[in-house]
Every structure is written in C-alpha cells, then in structure tokens.
C-alpha cells in the first residue's frame, strides 16, 4: 500500500495567489481529513468527508478555504486568495470504517509558505 | 469540545533511560491514537488504543477511559525515539473528529 499520498510537498507562493493542495487517500478508506499543523496552533482539524460527502467544515478557517472530494480517490484543499498567516503544514490522513472510529493514517504533508 | 492535554511538554533523556508520557482528556472517548511526529515531521501511528494495553516492541500504552487518561512508555529509549509525541481522542460513536494534545517533545541524547 502506498500510503496517503499528498503533492506538492512544498509550495512557495505570493500573497493573494491561489493554491491548491492534493490528496490521495489510502485505497478503501471512506474518510479522509484534513488538518493544519503551526507552531501557534498545533494540528487543527480543517475538514472531514466520508464517502466524498463533507461532514464537519468547522475548523476551516474563512470563506478563502475550500475543499472537494470529487471521487473516492482524490481531495482537493484550495486557498484564495492566500496570506501570509495562511503558511503552515498541511496533512491529509485518512481512515476506514463507516461508523466505526477507526485509526488515521496521515500523508506527508504540504509545506505552504506565503511571502 | 474535548480538551487534551500531555505532560510533559518536553522531556530529555539519556539513550537507553525509560520514560512515560501522559494524556489527559475532558471527556469519555472511544477513539484514542498515538503518534510519532519524526524531526522530518513524518506523523506515524503508534497505537490505537480506546481501552486496555497494547505493546509493540520497546513501546506500550495503557488507556483507562473510566479515569480519562492514556500513558505511553518507552523503554530502552534510543535516538531515533525523538521527536514529538501526540495522542488524539474524539467521542467516535461514528463521529471521527479528533483532538490532538499539544504534544510532548522527547530529545534522546547519546
């Protein structure tokens, strides 16, 4: 099994530029995350699907964050316009069983920094 | 929301000294995981463990739910042990949200 896996792993951008950030959940799996991790704020649940379907968007920090999950087999986190404050590391985990908490599995993460 | 808090925060220990890292929770959970957060900032899993003990290698744990905690031991403790350690605990009941503690950060000196 490959793992989750995530691209790019660094990204260096302007503020006000968009970005996109991606994932790959483990094959099977039918809940995927995903969390951001700072120094301020240590991991923070972003978002959760299961099935594709969004579940809890609470943590997402302002409208200029979204996501998508258009398949079983791909997620998408999208920042628009990026900020400085938006620079941090970003995981995408996910994990198997409907209704049954079972363990996350995390990617390697996405380095953003917003110059 | 469940708070999550880890002592200590941070730990230095002589390689092959032991070390228990603890995990209290606010709440009842039925979902509790440990990870290894390496200095490449890989987070591995370590243990799933709601309830009960559970040992790998140089490595166990031991969550009592009735009392809201989880304890971690290393034992034989070797450099590549470094790294933060986090647990991450959510009610589960089919609700996957978890809240991960702020960490304990373990440095192994040779």
């Known amino acids: 099994d490959a793992g989750v896996i995530q691209s790019p792993r660094h990204e260096v951008t302007e503020m006000g530029q968009e970005v996109t950030l991606r994932c790959k959940p483990i094959?099977?799996?039918?809940?995927l995350f995903w969390y951001r991790q700072t120094m301020m704020r240590g991991l923070e649940l972003l978002i959760y699907f299961n099935n594709n379907v969004p579940i809890d968007d609470s943590g997402m920090p302002e409208d200029r964050f979204s996501a998508k999950m258009p398949n079983a087999s791909f997620s998408t986190l999208k920042i628009q316009p990026s900020e400085p404050r938006d620079s941090a590391v970003y995981f995408c985990?996910?994990?198997?069983?409907?209704?049954?908490?079972?363990?996350?599995?995390f990617g390697p993460g996405t380095r953003l920094t917003v110059t | 929301g469940i708070q999550v808090e880890q002592s200590p925060p941070d730990l230095i220990l002589q390689e092959g000294a032991n070390s228990t890292l603890r995990c209290n929770f606010s709440?009842?959970?039925?979902?509790l995981q440990w990870f290894h957060q390496n200095p490449w900032g890989q987070l591995i899993n370590l243990f799933y463990?709601?309830?009960g003990t559970k040992q790998n290698g140089r490595l166990s744990a031991t969550t009592v739910a009735t009392e809201r905690y989880s304890l971690l031991y290393i034992s034989s403790s070797q450099t590549t042990d470094s790294g933060v350690y986090f647990c991450?605990?959510?009610?589960?009941?089919?609700?996957?949200?978890?809240?991960f503690g702020t960490g304990t950060k373990l440095q192994v000196i040779p």
């Open positions: 985990a996910s994990s198997a069983g409907t209704g049954v908490p079972h363990e996350q599995y």
């Open positions: 709440d009842s959970v039925n979902n």
């Open positions: 463990i709601p309830s």
């Open positions: 991450a605990v959510g009610p589960g009941g089919g609700y996957q949200k978890v809240t």
């Open positions: 094959s099977g799996h039918d809940y």
